[in-house]
T-cell receptor, first 113, second 115 residues
Framework: QKEVEQNSGPLSVPEGAIASLNCTYS??????FFWYRQYSGKSPELIMS????GDKEDGRFTAQLNKASQYVSLLIRDSQPSDSATYLC?????????????FGRGTQLTVWP | EPEVTQTPSHQVTQMGQEVILRCVPI?????FYWYRQILGQKVEFLVS????????KSEIFDDQFSVERPDGSNFTLKIRSTKLEDSAMYFC?????????????FGPGTRLTVL
């Protein structure tokens, strides 16, 4: 059973463009949602968390959550070559702590100058 | 800014040997996790640990694996009788931050190679 699905890409955008990354999840009881960035050979780095429906903005990043559609997305504005990485969507079933994370396979993003 | 640290960064072992992977979680975090990522595959949960006991484990985390918090700072993953398919990146994570949500912060990982 696939818990978390992402468009596998690769996604390629020019510098300065908006990159849009999408994620769907299968378990309706999921309550916590995260986006991690993973450079090749490195560990996941947390960039956004979102718990409620709607948008959450942090600098050039905006996370969007729609629990009814079981959909979470990440927008990266003014994309930079340094944003080139694999973006992992992660979901936790619990609203409280302790919950294990279920990861998608990731979307590989390339930002070309 | 405090970080999760892991040692060693790379461990090479022979099949059948035991390995211990070490982690130092962020000091004010109370929940600790191990994940692994086989090359080219997704990150998979192994186990979570709270209050000196396992709180949840995945189907991967069988009798071959064990975790321990031997002192106030270290958190270890022991893999007994390693197999070729245990070759992967092993990530330790801890969370949450004080007053924060449910975020988990990952260490740099240990690359385990079983020959």
């Amino acid at each position: 059973q696939k818990e978390v699905e992402q468009n596998s890409g690769p996604l390629s955008v020019p510098e300065g463009a908006i990159a849009s990354l999408n994620c769907t999840y299968s378990d309706r009881v999921s309550q916590s949602f995260f986006w991690y960035r993973q450079y090749s050979g490195k560990s996941p780095e947390l960039i956004m968390s979102i718990y409620s429906n709607g948008d959450k903005e942090d600098g050039r990043f905006t996370a969007q959550l729609n629990k009814a559609s079981q959909y979470v997305s990440l927008l990266i504005r003014d994309s930079q070559p340094s944003d080139s990485a694999t973006y992992l969507c992660a979901v936790s079933r619990r609203g409280s702590t302790l919950g294990r994370l279920y990861f998608g396979r990731g979307t590989q993003l390339t930002v070309w100058p | 800014e405090p970080e999760v640290t892991q040692t060693p960064s790379h461990q090479v072992t022979q099949m059948g040997q035991e390995v211990i992977l070490r982690c130092v979680p962020i000091s004010n975090h109370l929940y600790f996790y191990w994940y692994r990522q086989i090359l080219g595959q997704k990150v998979e949960f192994l186990v979570s640990f709270y209050n000196n006991e396992i709180s949840e484990k995945s189907e991967i985390f069988d009798d071959q694996f064990s975790v321990e918090r031997p002192d106030g700072s270290n958190f270890t993953l022991k893999i007994r009788s390693t197999k070729l398919e245990d070759s992967a990146m092993y990530f330790c994570a801890s969370g949450p931050p004080a007053g924060g949500g449910n975020e988990q912060f990952f260490g740099p990982g240990t690359r385990l190679t079983v020959l």
